[in-house]
């Protein structure tokens, strides 16, 4: 039997706690281990309960998502075995969000978002692929990011084999693998097989990551 997906939440509000408690806790293939009210407490539930996925508010006093988030995450190693966070947050576009996704969050969510959404976002993000479609993603960047520096291309990008190049592009414009294997004329298992090589070479958690590693190098237009 498989074992079930362990679910942590962090935010500030008690009622949105008992909602999220209550839906999470109704699945057979999910299991809550924990909630918290602010980013400190959040750190510290992660390390104790080591959830797969943690649902994280961006605003929360003491400490915030964002910074909880990267608190969480920066002892993962690139490809390690950690807990993907997905942020919350009530208005769409938000830069929190962009500044969160930069910390290592595997994507964003409305908080006001459908029960079922959430659920399969959760699904998502444990199985290893963005929580939010590469698009949306482009969009954030496209809106904070106009105006931003462009910054120097890491050697490690340059290793890349021209194969590997291409695939990356098209998952940074927000292609799925199955219409990264039409382009390419090969099979959806070679694509994952790039795309995790990718990540592994260029250090990256996930796609959504890929699409920030894009955007801040300027690899795509």
Do not use: C, W
């Not at 209550?22 to 699945?27: A, F, G, I, K, P």
């Not at 924990?34 to 508010?57: F, N, S, Y």
């Not at 292609?175 to 382009?183: F, M, R, V």
């Amino acid at each position: 039997m498989t074992e079930p997906i362990r679910v942590a939440l962090v935010d500030d509000q008690a009622l949105f706690r008992a909602g999220i408690r209550m839906l999470v806790s109704s699945q057979d293939d999910l299991e809550f281990v924990g909630e918290a009210g602010d980013g400190v407490e959040g750190v510290r539930l992660a390390a104790e309960q080591r959830p797969d996925v943690i649902l994280m508010d961006i605003r929360m006093p003491v400490m915030d998502g964002i910074e909880a988030t990267g608190r969480i995450l920066e002892r993962i190693e690139p490809g390690g075995d950690g807990p993907r966070v997905i942020v919350l947050t009530t208005f769409d576009l938000d830069e929190a969000a962009t500044r969160a996704i930069r910390a290592g969050a595997s994507g964003f969510l409305l908080k006001d978002a459908d029960p079922e959404f959430l659920l399969a976002a959760i699904r998502t993000v444990h199985a290893g692929t963005a929580v939010i479609a590469a698009s949306a993603t482009r969009e954030l960047f496209e809106h904070f990011d106009s105006r931003a520096q462009r910054e120097p291309v890491p050697a490690a990008f340059e290793e890349l084999t021209a194969r590997e190049r291409d695939i990356f592009l098209l998952a940074a414009r927000g292609l799925s693998n199955s219409e990264i294997a039409a382009s390419e004329y090969v099979s959806e298992a070679t694509v994952k097989t790039h795309i995790s090589r990718v990540l592994a070479k260029l250090g990256l958690r996930d796609r959504v990551q890929l699409v920030v590693y894009a955007f801040e190098h300027r690899l795509v237009d």
